[in-house]
């Protein structure tokens, strides 16, 4: 109660002072489909993000703005990111996930990857529903479009950094930094930017066996530049390039009861727990404008490598280590041209793509070594036209055929026996969009229907046959209504949708029966989910903004028979899952705050975000409670200074990024305490 007091406090004292001064709300230019549009006019339910949001919000990674956006939840724990939109989430196992994450039009292509840094952005899309269509691949439950900032004839540059403290008896603290630098090289023609951002802590996590107070150590570092050329009016060359690079220690899961439990924010490791990973995007877009017809080339490169080590079962027995080597490579190759004529808009295009992965699973303890060669490639056609039917109707509607070749080869060596399997699949996909649209005077009702799917890959730690290598595609039809509109000439947005997903041959990780235990990923079965979004912003005066949104989420499957197998009897149980909650998926995700900018420089930013409660795991033994969160920053800001105190999680909540079973004992990550900063910022 008393956060909702908090937060309403300021929502009252705003309406005394409103008046009636002529603002509008930032009116901003999205490329959600792929060519420039006023936000209010895509049929696509979507949440924007802009530089002065960033600010106001406190975001600086995906985590931060999932706080802000309904029904998009992200669980982030020591493993990595999982998106989760509209209850649509991959297998905790798989190297894909099921909504695409792309940097300025290249997808970070495997799930392990997409833990991006918001770098010197001009903005972050977040498009809710699949959108096979337009962006292919694992995009099922949607696509996380991140759009750097273009170096232009501005000089500009900025240095900051923070320190900051947890909220724990040993008082941990970290070191974050910042600087950016952008300039033109030749006035109207080529222009450069760079910039970095890092950050060091120890973590708040201690090692009781060997009293390492370092067990959640962070070292990272994050690399972008920016090099844009304009030889005429009409083209243009853009090459972006994003890397990071971060030492991330493995001391965070713990085993919450029994005769190996530790406290909150403790571990009992006997063996190692390391972990390093890094990443590049490079993006190059080539654009040229014939006058009227648009045609664009983005060629992507990625690359990443993860490796870690991490004592087995987390406890002070000696058991082994779990040991996972990464190491992925992708290019591809976008050519589409473009029109958006009044009355007939349309974008049409080709794609290729390869990617290569080798993966290294070893579970030393047991001697169960994996070592497996991936090989994906995929080639699709694309488009979509928007034609009017009246001057307030028009469609929108696309088709992409997509061909995709994957291979896998594995070599495994469990004690003293030495096997290889191998296995290749061909898919070929049809992805339809379709949706009825209606321009009002200040913003757009649509219904749509799309199709998404996540590809098939390799189960490079379960494999034990050539027939258990490769799973299939797991499809999404997305049915919905949904509505934008602004009011009060400007001055308040309002949007919302109604939305209900059908998951086909759903990837799902289980016992294999006759197998004695043995797993493997296979799609065998199938869900739903339903539920509704609503976002609201408001500029009450030209010193107060507030912002509120909530979402609501069922998804449960439909049709799952998994198979257990017990280590102690050997016996095998078969359970039916149908009707169960699908895991990461919160009941409901509310936010709510404001941003207080006085004409003195004086400001205060807060914000609430109530998350439902959620399962961890398939079959609902490991149940996460509704908890909400408050984060506030107060500070004052000049045209060349910033400074400011903050604290996250203000009142201290606890709940667990992350829960599972082992060995039929839970094991957990704590979430990060209250944490108290101060930050300075200059620029020029």
């Not at 406190?58 to 493993?79: A, H, M």
């Not at 290294?360 to 001697?367: A, E, H, M, S, V």
């Not at 928007?386 to 594995?410: C, H, N, V, Y």
């Not at 004052?636 to 599972?660: A, M, P």
């Amino acid at each position: 109660m008393k956060k909702i007091l908090f937060l309403c406090s300021f929502f009252l004292l705003s309406a005394q002072l409103y008046a009636a001064e002529q603002l509008v709300l930032e009116t901003v230019t999205v490329t959600a489909q792929k060519f420039e549009q006023d936000e209010n006019e895509v049929p696509v339910t979507m949440d924007v993000f802009t530089r002065l949001d960033f600010e106001e919000k406190n975001i600086s990674d995906l985590k931060d703005i999932s706080r802000f956006s309904p029904n998009f939840f992200l669980k982030s724990d020591n493993i990595g990111n999982l998106p989760v939109i509209r209850g649509v989430a991959p297998v905790v196992t798989t190297l894909t996930g099921s909504a695409g994450i792309f940097v300025d039009g290249v997808a970070m292509p495997t799930l392990f990857m997409q833990q991006p840094e918001l770098i010197d952005a001009e903005r972050v899309e977040v498009l809710k529903g699949p959108q096979g269509t337009l962006y292919g691949r694992n995009t099922e439950s949607g696509a996380i479009s991140i759009i750097t900032r273009k170096p232009d004839n501005d000089m500009r540059f900025s240095a900051g950094g923070e320190y900051y403290i947890y909220d724990k008896s040993s008082s941990p603290y970290g070191i974050k930094y910042r600087a950016s630098a952008s300039a033109p090289v030749i006035e109207n023609r080529l222009f450069l930017s760079v910039s970095a951002k890092g950050e060091k802590t120890d973590g708040y996590f201690k090692n009781l066996y060997n009293n390492d107070e370092k067990a959640g150590e962070l070292d990272r570092k994050d690399f972008a530049l920016k090099l844009r050329f304009t030889p005429s009016a009409a083209s243009e060359i853009y090459f972006s390039s994003y890397y990071f690079d971060a030492d991330d220690a493995k001391g965070k899961f713990r085993i919450k009861e029994g005769l190996n439990s530790t406290p909150a924010y403790t571990i009992n490791y006997n063996d190692k727990y390391t972990q390093d990973y890094s990443g590049l995007v490079n993006s190059l877009q080539m654009k040229y404008d014939f006058g009227g017809v648009e045609l664009v080339s983005i060629t992507g490169y990625t690359d990443y490598s993860r490796h870690f080590e991490k004592d087995f079962e987390g406890s002070p027995l000696a058991q082994g280590l779990s040991v996972l080597d990464i190491d992925d490579n992708a290019f591809s190759e976008e050519i589409r041209l473009s029109s958006d004529q009044i009355g007939l808009r349309w974008i049409g295009g080709v794609y290729a793509y390869t990617q290569k992965t080798d993966a290294l699973f070893d579970k030393t303890g047991i001697q169960d070594r994996r070592k497996t060669d991936i090989k994906n490639k995929n080639l699709a056609v694309f488009g979509q036209v928007s034609p009017e039917i009246t001057e307030k109707f028009f469609m929108d509607l696309g088709l992409r055929l997509e061909q995709t070749w994957l291979d896998a080869d594995m070599k495994r060596k469990f004690k003293t026996v030495s096997s290889k399997y191998s296995d290749e699949h061909d898919s070929f996909q049809v992805l339809p969009k379709a949706s009825l649209n209606y321009l009002t005077e200040k913003g757009i009702l649509y219904a749509s229907f799309s199709k998404g799917y996540q590809s098939g890959g390799a189960s490079y730690n379960f494999a034990f046959s050539d027939e258990s290598l490769l799973y299939d595609d797991e499809e999404t039809y997305n049915y919905e209504l949904g509505f934008k509109r602004s009011f009060q000439s400007g001055k308040y947005k309002l949007s919302g949708a109604l939305f209900y997903v059908d998951m086909k041959d759903k990837q799902v990780s289980q016992v294999v029966p006759g197998e004695m235990g043995n797993m493997k990923i296979d799609n065998a079965a199938k869900a739903h989910s339903y539920g509704a979004e609503l976002s609201f912003d408001a500029v009450v005066t030209s010193e107060l903004r507030l912002f509120a949104s909530a979402g609501v989420t069922k998804a449960e499957t439909d049709d799952w028979m998994y198979t257990e197998y017990s280590m102690i009897t050997g016996q095998e149980t078969t359970y039916d899952y149908s009707g169960k909650e699908l895991p990461y998926v919160p009941e409901y995700s509310i936010s709510a705050g404001f941003a207080y900018h006085s004409r003195y420089g004086i400001f205060w930013n807060s914000d609430v975000v109530f998350n439902g409660a959620y399962y961890h795991d398939g079959a609902n033994m490991l149940k996460e409670d509704a908890y909400s969160i408050v984060n506030s920053k107060i500070g004052y800001e000049s045209d060349r200074y910033t400074v400011s105190l903050w604290c996250d999680n203000l009142f201290n909540e606890r709940y667990y990024e992350g829960s599972s079973m082992m060995r039929a004992v839970a094991v957990v990550e704590d979430s990060a305490p209250r944490t108290y900063g101060i930050s300075l910022d200059y620029r020029f």
